[in-house]
């Protein structure tokens, strides 16, 4: 198990489709983080899972954002309805330890272009 | 105001200089401090993490904390063209805890 894995790499889909992406953590890791990122920006927080359970989901998270983690493994991020403002990298991080020795490490990210 | 700033630059430097990065931050909860750095394309990547005020070195990299002054720092010695990057600071307000990012600082150096 080398690192967080995200797929696709990029997805090219026309204004209104749906859209999935997958997200495999390291497999020890217990916590698992879903952040958006648009150009010359940070990334931005959008949900996060302890095991299957959804922790805290962020304003920006709007209806049509779905995310889940079934069994506490991998996790999916759906889009419905997908508009042109939802094209941005999609970043996925996963996180175990304790105080000091807290660390997340990020996947390469899915981009997303809405057409 | 965001949590957590940085100017943008982008930072041009030459090859050998030293880089050096700032951050601030508003929310005094923040306790942990984390240094990214992120090639274009790609996702963020863990440099530094550190705790307490005062300095932490690794290798060329060596990342300060003032606490009082909700201030971080992060230099880079005898920079590479292969440090060129978007470098991010972030910190969580508890270990675990959902990362709060700054805005990123671009930085250019020339062989």
């Known amino acids: 198990d080398t690192g967080v894995s995200q797929n696709p790499r990029h997805k090219i889909t026309k204004r209104g489709q749906n859209v999935t992406f997958r997200c495999d953590p390291i497999?020890?890791?217990?916590?698992l983080y879903w952040y958006r990122q648009t150009l010359g920006q940070g990334p931005e927080f959008l949900t996060y899972f302890q095991n299957e359970a959804q922790l805290e989901k962020s304003r920006l998270l709007s209806d049509r954002f779905s995310a889940e983690r079934p069994k506490g493994s991998f996790s999916t991020l759906e889009i419905q309805r997908t508009e042109q403002g939802d094209s941005a990298m999609y970043l996925c991080?996963?996180?175990f330890g304790q105080g000091e020795n807290y660390g997340y490490t990020f996947g390469s990210g899915t981009r997303l272009t809405v057409v | 105001q965001k949590e957590v700033e940085q100017d943008p630059g982008p930072l041009s430097v030459p090859e050998g200089a030293i880089v050096s990065l700032n951050c601030t931050y508003s929310n005094s909860a923040f306790q942990y401090f984390m240094w990214y750095r992120q090639y274009s394309r790609k996702g963020p990547e863990l440099l530094m993490y550190?705790?307490?005020?005062g300095n932490k070195e690794d290798g060329r990299f060596t990342a300060q904390v003032d606490k009082s002054s909700k201030y971080i720092s992060l230099f880079i010695r005898d920079s590479q063209p292969s440090d060129s990057a978007t470098y991010l600071c972030?910190?969580?307000?508890?270990?675990?805890?959902?990362?709060?990012f700054g805005g990123g600082t671009r930085v250019l150096v020339k062989p």
């Open positions: 550190t705790y307490s005020s």
């Open positions: 497999s020890e890791h217990n916590r």
């Open positions: 972030a910190s969580p307000k508890a270990a675990g805890n959902k990362l709060t």
């Open positions: 991080a996963s996180s």
